[in-house]
């Protein structure tokens, strides 16, 4: 069945847009409106070809009483371009009805008539049309006159829609007569200028006949590839038509890989819908694969009935159908003992084989194509001998821009040199620049250093003061200097460690800090759960210094006032620090006794501790706010700097 593969292919020729399952819609409603209204009668007029041109697919039977009405009632017998524009929307109604026999009528009216007028565009889309239907119908050197023309036509002045368009069908038809790399050759340049224009159903239709291309080769992996991409393109439009082509070409692969039952349900899905839609050559389509199927399954009296039907429509007389239909019946009348009708059926398939593929039609294919060939390659080399004559003429053009060139060169060397000394002098001047940016940034560094040793040298002396006092109010005041010393000499360490003495990362900062309090009152992570959260955070040494001061004073409150022994089983202090579009947020939290104070500790919210604490909140402009819940949560709202 071979033959058959490649009669399947030829029908997907052209992008088709609608089908004729799809339903009426808002244009075509608005188009009706103005035909059965009160407008004048040449709006009438355009609006009949745009309903006949709109419909032609998905409602074939209206496009052509629409056609019939407009050369009934209203173009005039001389207007020859409304009778082409008209005899479009007759052709292609009979072609979607599958009378291709009438199709053809028209599209060589309407070729007679460009071909007298010079109207090149309309020669090659009939043409291609012509060509086309010649070859679903088994008129080979027919077919190949007008695709070769409708191409050659194409190159010059065809859209690259048409171009991509004429190179499927030429693909299908060169496979047609076992010309198959070239016809491969052209199907991928077929479906690479589909793609350029991101044409969905053209892109469909390519995929759908390399399916068929790789199914015949036994590339089974390819043609399954090959057939769902089809099968995903035309979701963007689906229709029944174009799921019947699916369907029965991918029967068509199931009954190679020799898959029968599985092929069968396809090939069924196939011939219900296109039981249902007007093609007849479809139809025929489905009816053969049908057959083929049945035959393999042994089902011969199914097969033979479906085959025989083949023969029943002659709007379409397709040589090649009947060329199948005839092979077929062949097979299922010898396995069914009938061995006459299988004889005689065999007879009529090898004189209609020879009718198709005579000695003479085929040398008259390859001098065609041979002359069509030549005619590119002349095309090429006039082609070529024109830029050889613009070439000699831009070189002398060359030589007078040369000349100036080389002046122009010359001031721009000029040029060069004076603003290279100028490039040369502002390059020792950011030298110089750069050196004293870098001693400064060194200088900053040892600063930062320096700072941040004192600092340790007087925490260590406040420390060791400490040791010395036996009054616990003093020893408290010592230790609490020390710990506001330690945050900053902490922070200054941040600086002269990171990457940037001015920037300070929190996250760094903070845990460092909040390690160095909890040393100083002998505690640790086993004794007290500490959370501290404040990532991908970065601020400037000015805000730090008071944020360092506060959490200090916030931890330590925590520390000697939170967690009275044997009270809270888990202690947790927690310090989270969020940026948001207009503020910076300060979280210190424990759960620890909250609200439940002494009188000696109420006492103590004068201290100097508080007053620190509200001195730094106060040069921040910060808003403070304190929550006795479940333990103590101080929040404060820091406001960016504009």
Excluded at 423 to 451: C, F, G, M, P
Aim: net charge neutral; with cysteine; hydrophobic share 40%.
């Amino acid at each position: 069945m071979a033959i058959f593969l490649r009669l399947c292919l030829l029908f997907l020729f052209s992008t088709c847009v609608f089908a004729q399952d799809a339903k009426p819609d808002a244009y075509q409603d608005s188009l009706q409106t103005i035909i059965n209204g009160n407008s004048i009668k040449s709006e009438k007029e355009e609006a009949l070809f745009l309903l006949g041109e709109y419909v032609v697919q998905r409602d074939p039977e209206l496009a052509e009483r629409t056609a019939n009405t407009l050369k009934q009632d209203y173009i005039d017998k001389d207007d020859a371009d409304k009778h082409q524009r008209n005899n479009y929307i007759l052709a292609a109604s009979h072609r979607w009805q599958g009378d291709y026999k009438t199709a053809l009528d028209y599209y060589q009216k309407i070729h007679d008539v460009a071909l007298k007028t010079k109207d090149s565009l309309n020669i090659a889309r009939s043409a291609h049309f012509i060509g086309s239907l010649n070859s679903f119908l088994g008129n080979n050197v027919i077919s190949q006159n007008h695709l070769l023309e409708a191409a050659s036509i194409y190159e010059k002045i065809g859209s690259p829609t048409q171009k991509a368009s004429i190179n499927n069908v030429l693909a299908g038809f060169y496979w047609n007569i076992d010309q198959l790399e070239k016809g491969k050759d052209k199907y991928l340049l077929a479906l690479e200028q589909f793609e350029t224009l991101n044409d969905s159903a053209g892109m469909a239709s390519t995929h759908a006949n390399l399916g068929m291309l790789f199914t015949e080769l036994n590339d089974f992996e390819k043609a399954e590839t090959h057939l769902m991409q089809q099968k995903a393109l035309n979701k963007v439009f689906p229709t029944l038509r174009e799921m019947g082509f699916h369907h029965d070409f991918l029967g068509v692969l199931r009954q190679k890989q020799g898959r029968l039952q599985e092929a069968y349900q396809e090939h069924l899905k196939a011939l219900q819908i296109r039981e249902n839609l007007s093609s007849t050559y479809n139809l025929c389509e489905s009816k053969l694969n049908m057959g083929e199927v049945l035959i393999k399954l042994g089902r011969y009296p199914e097969a033979i009935s479906h085959l025989k039907t083949v023969f029943e429509f002659d709007e379409h007389q397709s040589l090649y159908q009947q060329q199948a239909a005839y092979e077929l019946l062949s097979q299922a009348y010898e396995k069914s003992g009938r061995f006459k009708e299988a004889l005689q059926s065999f007879k009529d398939y090898t004189t209609l084989s020879d009718s198709i593929y005579s000695k003479e039609s085929i040398e008259i294919i390859a001098e065609k194509d041979a002359k069509y060939e030549k005619q590119k390659t002349d095309a090429e080399i006039a082609l070529l001998s024109k830029e050889k004559e613009v070439s000699e003429a831009m070189l002398s053009r060359s030589r007078i821009i040369i000349t100036a060139s080389l002046i122009g060169v010359l001031v721009l060397l000029i040029a060069a040199i004076a603003f290279y000394k100028m490039y040369a002098k502002n390059k020792q001047k950011n030298k110089i620049i750069t050196k004293a940016l870098s001693d400064r940034e060194l200088l900053l560094h040892e600063t930062h250093h320096r700072v941040k040793n004192n600092l340790q040298m007087i925490s260590s002396l406040l420390n060791l003061q400490s040791k010395y006092v036996t009054d616990a109010k003093a020893l408290e005041v010592l230790q609490n200097g020390r710990n506001r010393v330690q945050s900053m000499a902490i922070l200054h360490k941040s600086l002269y460690s990171g990457e940037d003495l001015n920037m300070v990362n929190i996250q760094e900062y903070f845990s460092g800090l909040v390690k160095s309090i909890f040393n100083s009152y002998n505690k640790s992570e086993h004794d007290i759960k500490t959370t501290v959260k404040a990532k991908n955070l970065v601020l400037d040494l000015e805000e730090v210094i008071p944020l360092g001061l506060i959490v200090n004073e916030l931890v330590t409150n925590s520390l000697k006032h939170a967690f009275p022994e044997t009270i809270i089983p888990q202690p947790e202090i927690n310090v989270e620090m969020i940026e948001t579009d207009t503020l910076y947020k300060l979280l210190v939290s424990d759960n620890g006794i909250g609200g439940k104070k002494s009188k000696g500790e109420k006492e103590q919210e004068a201290s100097f501790g508080q007053r620190l604490l509200k001195s730094l909140t106060q040069k921040l402009k910060a808003k403070i706010t304190t929550t006795n819940k479940n333990g103590t949560e101080v929040s404060i709202e820091i406001p960016k700097k504009a």
